[in-house]
């Protein structure tokens, strides 16, 4: 069975903080990585994606990925308010099914 | 705007009594999914259409049906729903087929099983 772990939180981070997310994933031959964030009672909005290993910056989002290990992250510079939300992790695997974590609820304190 | 729209909003049914969902996409996009997902938990993957061509997931109950008569649109049926059936219903598109494609989701439809 193939799995995609992320922490359940929540995770609580101070306003203008980092927020760190992580995510590990099962089947080494995953080819892309997505992280969608959801806000209560909405619909998944995607906010960044990743095929190669390392960095890729967009605003006040990083992606990292690291393919060896087995990880994935999301980084939130300067964490505002609005950030609060859960975000889910989504791995496409090497039968190109799409495996969905259950989210990280992220809460951004004033 | 180029988007996924899903009506209802909200749906409240009896136990047992037939409903059906519906998607459209300005999108034309290839591909069209549904998912359910229950409070704090992983969408899960109930079905989808690639073109015409329709794909169930292993472990989809029967009691779900769907049809997508045209590109545009898409329907889920809940033939007798049960408790365990309420649940946000999330459409979604994509492209096509590949490594790149992301998937773009509707608002959802919020069902309630009375």
């Known amino acids: 069975q193939k799995e995609v772990e992320q922490n359940s939180g929540p995770l609580s981070v101070p306003e203008g903080a980092i927020a760190s997310l992580n995510c590990t994933y099962s089947?080494?031959?995953?080819?892309?990585f997505f992280w969608y964030r959801q806000y209560s009672g909405k619909s998944p909005e995607l906010i960044m994606f990743?095929?190669s290993n390392g960095d890729k910056e967009d605003g006040r989002f990083t992606a990292q990925l690291n393919k060896a290990s087995q990880y994935v992250s999301l980084l939130i510079r300067d964490s505002q308010p609005s950030d609060s939300a859960t975000y889910l992790c989504?791995?496409?695997?090497?039968?190109?099914?799409?495996?969905w974590g259950a989210g990280t609820k992220l809460i951004i304190k004033p | 705007d180029a988007m996924v729209i899903q009506n209802p909003r909200y749906q409240v049914t009896q136990f047992g009594k037939p409903v059906t969902l519906s998607c459209s996409q300005t999108?034309?996009?290839?591909?069209m999914y549904w998912y359910q997902q229950k409070s704090s938990q992983a969408p899960k993957l109930l079905f989808h259409?690639?073109?015409?061509?329709?794909?169930n997931e292993a472990d989809t109950p029967d009691n779900f049906q769907s049809r997508r008569p045209n590109t545009s649109f898409c329907f889920l049926d809940i033939r007798s729903p049960g408790l365990g059936d309420a649940a946000m219903y999330l459409c979604?598109?994509?492209?096509?087929?590949?490594?790149?494609?992301?998937?773009?989701f509707g608002p959802g439809t919020r069902l309630l099983v009375l």
């Open positions: 089947d080494r031959g995953s080819q892309s």
């Open positions: 990743i095929y």
């Open positions: 259409y690639y073109d015409k061509d329709f794909n």
């Open positions: 979604a598109t994509s492209p096509g087929p590949g490594d790149q494609e992301t998937q773009y």
């Open positions: 989504a791995v496409r695997d090497s039968n190109y099914q799409l495996i």
């Open positions: 999108l034309n996009h290839n591909v």
